[in-house]
């Protein structure tokens, strides 16, 4: 993981997190803890949000902590599939975290 961009880094981590149920109640970490993890700005941290936010996997409003929207169901193999508030299926990748698009053929990196 060290070779990725930090907000990169911090994607990895809490999707992981989001899609293995990591996180009860909903709340992914704070700002703070994950500035300090990856010795990185509030900016970097707010990129990451903002990437799992357009994954459907969060949720942010103004003056209030990200929020966890999407379900998960184990799949027998290599992903994990989020299903998003709307509906919609989304799989990603249990060995990289990737979002990987549907119809796949992913191949780990």
């Not at 992914?28 to 010795?39: A, E, I, K, W």
């Not at 799992?52 to 969060?58: A, F, Q, R």
């Amino acid at each position: 993981m060290p070779d990725l961009p930090a907000y990169m880094q911090i994607v990895v981590f809490l999707r992981e997190g989001i899609l293995t149920g990591k996180y009860p109640g909903g709340k992914v970490p704070p700002t703070s803890f994950l500035m300090q993890r990856f010795d990185t700005s509030s900016t970097t941290v707010s990129n990451a949000y903002a990437e799992l936010e357009e994954d459907g996997l969060i949720v942010r409003g103004p003056y209030r902590p990200p929020l966890i929207v999407a379900r998960t169901e184990p799949r027998d193999g290599q992903f994990i599939e989020a299903i998003t508030p709307d509906g919609q299926r989304k799989l990603f990748c249990r060995n990289c975290w990737a979002h990987i698009p549907l119809p796949s053929n992913h191949v780990c990196p």
